[in-house]
């Protein structure tokens, strides 16, 4: 059956002389891997738009007993010309595709993920000066969206309020610094504060939103620790070191 | 249990790891060499064991070498500084076909964040001792994604140098058809188009 979607890209691997293996986060179908015949040829418009990040419109062959679908047509549904020139942008959107592809399922849609991704990476094209703050957003949604939602109000432990959280590796929730003596990542108050107004937060306005940036980069380390408990296929994720490395 | 005898299906097993190669191709290679001049297939076993004995990296720019420098390293007569930046050594030979003449640098792959490879992955600290002596730095890796983020990455890491840092142009190939040309590279040749006239 010939299926017509939106999709973003999220792995690309070359696949003899001339192909590419594509995997895909599709707006119907969830993650879908397909097969791009002849798209490394120079004549073949489709291997440069088939980059990670990329948002697509695709037209594939899908048969659910297969688990390589052919794609047939590819067209890029937004450019992506202002983050291939950002260092920061482009780390930071493939930090995000690595995220989500250990988020979603193969034939498994999931629409609110892939409007909140779509939405960030569109974002993080068409905006200046709060990128990590796109980044801190979309992890945040994801976790809400995903039903692990950090409970930044109170102490997992005594209940009561957090002024300052410490992510215990135990349990994977944040407690006080009473009852969490552990020397593992620490929020103050700004970053408790900031992921709490996030919460309630339009991507539209994020430019609104201040703080120090040290808080914004803590607040991502403490959000990705608590992904990284709570969603298996998100174990151990190369990004964040990599952007480490990087100096971003 | 392999129909062939066991010198033959070693040799088809070997075949079968060289990319692009399957069980198919590699058995009607293996039979082939079974029939070829036996001085042939003895020469070709021979060069393969040289590859491995001799075959090293270059200590300057990690090209292929066959002692501690490679070849163009060695030679007096190139542009010593003009360093080309590549991925891979197999880079260096489709910018010799071009006649440039400086040196080059390997640095052994590209930043993927989504792969796990970081700056320490890569050769970039001998680069940088490299660039201090250099008057231009030619950033030519692929124009992909990830050959895009270490691009940048090394324009960032190269900023307190003193030396002209450049890149490959973005955009139409020569001989192309605007018929077959992606929308990204349109995009980016009408961005970074050139004068042509003194107007």
Redesign the interface.
């Known amino acids: 059956m010939l299926t017509s979607t939106d999709a973003i890209a999220l792995k690309v691997t070359p696949y003899s002389e001339s192909s590419l293996i594509v995997q895909l986060f599709t707006r119907d179908l969830g993650k879908v891997t397909v097969i791009a015949k002849g798209a490394r040829r120079q004549k073949n418009p489709a291997g440069a738009i088939l980059e990670p990040m990329s948002l697509l419109t695709v037209d594939f062959y899908h048969k659910t007993s297969r688990d390589i679908q052919t794609l047939k047509d590819v067209s890029l549904a937004s450019g992506a010309l202002k983050i291939r020139r950002d260092l920061k942008k482009l780390s930071l959107g493939l930090a995000i595709t690595e995220v989500i592809a250990g988020v979603i399922a193969e034939d498994d849609p999931a629409p609110i993920l892939f409007r909140l991704t779509w939405k960030v990476l569109q974002s993080l094209e068409t905006t200046e000066g709060f990128d990590h703050l796109l980044f801190l957003f979309f992890l945040l949604q994801l976790a809400i969206h995903t039903g692990f939602k950090p409970n930044l109000e109170t102490c997992s432990s005594c209940g009561k309020v957090l002024k300052t959280a410490v992510f215990s590796n135990n349990s994977g929730e944040l407690e006080c610094p009473s009852c969490n003596r552990e020397t593992g990542l620490v929020l103050g108050g700004h970053g408790l504060a900031m992921l709490r107004k996030l919460t309630v937060t339009h991507i539209e306005n994020l430019g609104e939103l201040t703080g120090p940036r040290e808080e914004t980069e803590n607040a991502v380390s403490f959000l990705t620790a608590f992904l990284e408990f709570h969603i298996e296929g998100l174990h151990k994720l190369k990004a964040p070191e990599i952007l480490r490395q990087i100096g971003i | 249990m392999t129909p062939y005898p066991p010198s033959l299906e070693r040799v088809i097993q070997s075949l079968v790891k060289l990319p692009?190669i399957g069980q198919k191709t590699a058995r009607r290679l293996g039979f082939f060499l079974l029939t070829a001049e036996k001085e042939d297939v003895i020469e070709m076993a021979k060069s393969l064991e040289d590859l491995t004995k001799y075959i090293q990296f270059c200590e300057n720019c990690h090209s292929i070498a066959e002692g501690s420098l490679c070849e163009i390293c060695k030679d007096p007569h190139r542009d010593q500084g003009t360093i080309c930046v590549v991925e891979e050594p197999a880079d260096i030979f489709i910018f010799e076909r071009t006649g440039f003449r400086g040196l080059y640098h390997v640095i052994g792959g590209v930043?993927?964040?989504?792969?796990?490879?970081?700056?320490?992955d890569l050769n970039l600290q001998d680069l940088l001792k490299r660039a201090s002596t250099a008057k231009e730095i030619i950033l030519a890796i692929n124009a992909?994604?990830?050959g895009?983020?270490t691009t940048?990455?090394l324009?960032?890491l190269l900023a307190d140098q003193d030396v002209t840092v450049t890149r490959l142009a973005r955009g139409l190939?020569v001989g192309g058809n605007l018929e077959?040309?992606?929308?990204?590279?349109i995009?980016?040749s009408l961005?970074e188009r050139v004068k042509v006239n003194n107007g």
Request: glycine residues 10%.
């Open positions: 692009g930043l993927s964040p989504l792969d796990g490879v970081g700056p320490d992909s994604i990830e895009e983020t940048l990455f324009t960032k190939p077959y040309v992606d929308d990204l590279t995009s980016r961005s």
